[in-house]
C-alpha cells in the first residue's frame, strides 16, 4: 500500500513557473514508477510525465522542453517543475505510483492539486 500526497498547486500566469512535490509512504518508494498525470474540465486524464527508479524519464509531447519530472528516492518525493506555463495547462494534477508485472498493473493515485494558468 502506497499514500500518495501532492502539495504545491496554484495559480499563475501565462509564462510563469510551479513546482509541484509529492511524498509517499507506506511502501518501497524507489521500486515504483511515479508519474504526474493531469485532468482538465471535460476531459480525460491524462499522462503528462514519468520516472522510473532508476531515473529514466518521459513526457508528453504537450510538456517536453518545458516541464521536468524528478525523485529524491531518500525522501520519497517526487516533483514536476513546470515552466513556461499557458493555459492549457490548466487541471488538476495527479501523482501516481505504479508497478507493472506479467500479470496487470498496480496503481497508487494521490487527491489531485489544482493548476491555474490565467492572467
Do not use: H
Not at 502506497?2 to 500566469?13: A, K
Not at 518501497?28 to 529514466?56: D, H
Not at 500479470?103 to 494521490?110: A, E, Q
Amino acid at each position: 500500500q502506497v499514500q500518495l500526497v501532492e502539495s504545491g498547486g496554484g495559480l499563475v500566469q501565462p509564462g510563469g513557473s510551479l513546482r509541484l512535490s509529492c511524498a509517499a509512504s507506506g511502501s518501497i518508494f524507489s521500486i515504483y514508477t511515479m508519474g504526474w498525470y493531469r485532468q482538465a474540465p471535460g476531459k480525460q486524464r491524462e499522462l503528462v510525465a514519468t520516472i522510473t527508479g532508476g531515473g529514466s524519464t518521459n513526457y508528453a509531447d504537450a510538456v517536453k522542453g518545458r516541464f521536468t519530472i524528478s525523485r529524491d528516492n531518500a525522501k520519497n518525493t517526487v516533483y514536476l517543475q513546470m515552466n513556461d506555463l499557458k493555459p492549457e495547462d490548466t487541471a488538476v494534477y495527479y501523482c501516481n505510483a505504479a508497478r507493472v508485472f506479467a500479470t496487470g498493473r498496480l496503481d497508487y493515485w494521490g487527491q489531485g492539486t489544482q493548476v491555474t494558468v490565467s492572467s
